[in-house]
């Protein structure tokens, strides 16, 4: 900041640790298998997640046949219909969303963009994936068992949950239960590794404030799992006693089908509060990486530094913090001291605040840049206007008296699907059309990309907006059949099934997506190591795919911020981060 | 002269304070470390501990839930912790000497991390076996206690003498904390016998991680069995006294 002509940080400070000895395979097992290398456990992370997330789309096909054609299907009786919905959410939200974010994004890009050979402890690390592959074995067995998966929604609410009358009372709860404390334990390892990557192994010259956003919207989120999975971990395992042992710490004193059950004096609130202090969060634990890929993914492909850099990571951790007090919100309808809905209301209203900020941001990142209509930009897009709108029906139900009619309707559905269910998930697709040619050498089909951006972002819409529509008419969410409802006009029936049928076909078009990817690990175009010419670090590895250990003999030296794009007098029109600094330059 | 004695000394306090505010903000948004006088092992079990205070937390929290909305009286915990000790009842007695031993525990343990430090491997190495010794003595006093209420038909689904989450969060909370004790003694005896063949000093690689060990290993196992302790301060101060 002194001297303009002298440029800072010519020399930055010399390294503090000594370079790492990792591990280094012998086998092929220990090479592909047990492999201690952060970007092979990112990469069996991310398979993981995206195969029982198709599962989890299979069973949102299962849920719209029914709700578009009452009894229409044989196998889809209600049980069924249950099952379904609570294991598509609960996949979608924790198996799929957060183990993808975190342990497959997480594991790839945290140790190359800030500069370390790999994470800090990489024996735990994949620890922490193979708990997790134990924990979703766990979970899908639970087709296997007599009675099958739980039924109780994605929310586990007690008594229902473990009540008879709830499908997969015998099994399915007590083996959900499991795979959740499993996959919270795996989580545990994992996270506690991103954290620490990040605080304590950057690269010289890696400040804080000069890491991608991507980073900081993981590490959040990596901080935010860590305080809010023990409040799900502690749920799971009280009520997995109230399930096996009978205790009653959720369990008031019931009669269920004329018997009086043994339980008594429990308290189903507090059940609630456990998982919501949970189940909030989750969501900016899936939202914030989001919002930092996108960061990446606008600056990149618009040529152009992000808007308000500083802005945008205190906007971060402000939604950090501000979402682990909202949790509230969602038990609006279970009722709450009304000074406690005034102050759950202000909070969640509050986040409107950096969230929109963030908004702003990119969109100005947009204003007068240089867009290339790329893959990866067109889904960040997508994300954005997703988002936005899912951030306004948000601020609908975040007003206790707007939320109570509209609770448990479509509507709700039609929320988080946008803001929280597709909005993640075009992110993730944008992602890999981004990071792919780093991962393989190769690039992905651009012309098949597009194809596949335009069916889904298009397609999505086409199966959410509506559902606004049904909920305020009052279509209920968690319905197994209407029958005769005298509010719901007969052109609701009609909606329903041009929903079913859209969303069939944008699910199968995902096999173009799935196409690409195999194809291009074989025929796609070699890519080079930097083919979106992009400035920060993960691009300029010696080895593309970067090799055991990332940086060859030596680790990089970083010089200026991820977002040096389109700068006056630069021999490209990018720097890199480890670049040498030109002189007169005065990049953060 | 008093006066401006006591105001240089106010300065002086004002001067330590903001230069030590300016030193934190100076390492975080300095490069490589954020912390700059702890090794990733440090750190990293300094935030696991922070995530493990969030369940330690949660359990405590939901135990004080159940216990205030239950409509069943709370057993009397003097009267339950009692020991029949030459035919008098002693209230709390048995928890008393588990504290005292855990504390105990935190003592050598601490002596244990010195010695690491100066190199005495075989006293650290010892130290930490007495350390383990202790808390092994905890485990099974807690054995002890839950045979004994078990025994006076205490259940974690109801026992005799009031609301039944009485016995749930009982069992539930003593077992995960003895849970945690436990896995510290293993690691305790692990890293003891690390010290005792000085593998520290010729860089054996460990079993699992291939990696080699420091000497810092035990002050890191001293801050996990620290918090272990610290929490069974408040499991003691909530669950025994109230
Ligand atoms: C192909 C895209 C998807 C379709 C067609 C779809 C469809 C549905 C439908 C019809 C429901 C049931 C509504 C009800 O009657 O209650 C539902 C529930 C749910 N979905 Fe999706 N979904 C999709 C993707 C996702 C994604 C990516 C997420 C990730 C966040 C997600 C999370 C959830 C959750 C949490 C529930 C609530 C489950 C419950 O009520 O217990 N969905 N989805
Ligand atoms: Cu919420």
Partial sequence: ?588 | MTAEHVTTEHAMTEQTLRSRVLGVMADWSSDQRSFKSASWGKAMMWIFLVSDTFVFSCFLISYMTVRMSTTVEWPHPSEIFALDIGGKKIPLILIAIMTFDLITSSGTMAMAVNFAYARERKKAAILMLVTAFFGAAFVGMQAFEWTKLIHEGVRPWGNPFGAAQFGSSFFMITGFHGFHVSIGVIFLLIVARAVWRGDYDVGRPGFFTSRKGRYEIVEIMGLYWHFVDLVWVFIFAFFYLW
């Fill in chain 1, 1 to 588: 900041m002194t001297d303009a002509s002298v440029p800072q940080n010519v020399a930055p400070p010399p390294a503090e640790v000594e370079d790492v000895e990792l591990y280094h395979a012998h086998s092929w097992l220990t090479k592909y298998v047990f492999c201690q290398d952060a970007k092979v456990i990112a990469i069996q992370y991310a398979g993981t997640a995206i195969t029982v997330g198709v599962l989890a789309l299979v069973l949102s096909w299962v849920i719209r046949l029914q709700l578009a054609f009452p009894g229409a299907i044989p196998f889809i009786d209600a049980s069924v219909y249950y099952q379904s919905v609570t294991m598509h959410g609960m996949i979608m939200v924790v198996y799929m969303l957060t183990a993808i974010f975190l342990g497959g994004f997480g594991n790839y890009l945290i140790p190359l963009m800030v500069g370390a050979r790999d994470m800090v402890f990489p024996y735990v690390n994949m620890l922490s994936y193979w708990v997790y592959l134990i924990a979703t074995l766990v979970l899908v067995s639970s087709y296997f068992v007599p009675g099958g998966p739980t039924g109780a929604g994605w929310t586990l609410y007690p008594p229902q949950s473990i009540l008879t009358g709830t499908p997969g009372y015998d099994y399915g709860i007590i083996l959900m239960l499991v795979s959740l404390i499993l996959f919270i334990v795996g989580f545990t390892m994992g996270g506690l590794n991103y954290v620490v990557t990040v605080l304590q192994a950057r690269t010289r010259g890696m400040t804080l404030m000069r890491m991608p956003l991507t980073v900081w919207g993981i590490f959040a989120a990596a901080v935010m799992a860590l305080l809010a999975f023990p409040g799900l971990f502690v749920a799971c395992v009280m009520l997995l006693l109230d399930r096996t042992l009978g205790t009653s710490f959720f369990m008031p004193s019931l009669v269920e089908l004329g018997e009086r059950k043994d339980y008594v004096g429990g308290s189903p609130i507090l059940f609630q509060h456990l998982f919501w202090f949970f189940g909030h969060p989750e969501v900016y634990i899936v939202a914030l990486p989001a919002f930092g890929i996108v960061s990446d993914l606008i600056s990149v492909h618009a040529r152009k530094n992000i808007f308000g850099y500083r802005m945008m990571v205190w906007a971060i951790i402000a939604i950090g913090v501000l979402s682990m007090v909202v949790w509230g919100h969602h038990m609006y309808v279970s009722g709450m001291d009304p000074w406690f809905g005034f102050f759950f209301a202000v909070t969640t209203l509050a986040i409107a605040v950096p969230t929109a900020l963030k908004v702003y941001n990119w969109v100005l990142t947009l204003w007068h840049a240089d867009i290339h209509f790329t893959t990866p930009m067109l889904f960040a897009l997508g994300f954005l206007v997703t988002f936005v709108n899912g951030g306004i029906t948000g601020l609908y139900l975040g007003n206790v008296i707007v939320d109570v009619p509209l609770s448990a309707t479509l509507f709700v559905v039609a929320h988080f699907h946008m803001v929280m269910g597709i909005a993640p998930v075009l992110v993730i697709f944008g992602a890999i059309y981004h990071w792919y040619p780093k991962i393989t050498g190769r690039m992905m089909d651009e012309r098949l990309g597009k194809i596949h951006f335009w069916i889904t972002f298009l397609g999505a819409y086409a199966i959410f907006f509506p559902m606004h529509y049904l909920g305020v008419l009052g279509m209920p969410r968690r319905f197994y059949e209407m029958g005769e409802t005298a509010f719901v006009p007969a052109s609701a029936a009609t909606l329903n099934i041009v929903i079913t049928v859209i969303a069939l076909a944008v699910g199968f078009a995902q096999s173009i997506f799935f196409y690409n990817l195999f194809r291009s690990l074989k025929y796609g175009a070699p890519a080079g190591g930097n083919p979106w010419r992009a400035a920060s670090l993960e691009w300029q590895t010696p080895e593309t795919p970067p090799g055991h250990g990332n940086w060859g003999a030596h680790l990089p030296v970083v010089y200026r911020w991820p977002y040096a794009y389109s700068v006056p007098g630069a021999p490209e029109d990018y720097l890199p981060q480890n670049a040498p600094p030109m002189s007169g330059e005065h990049s953060p």
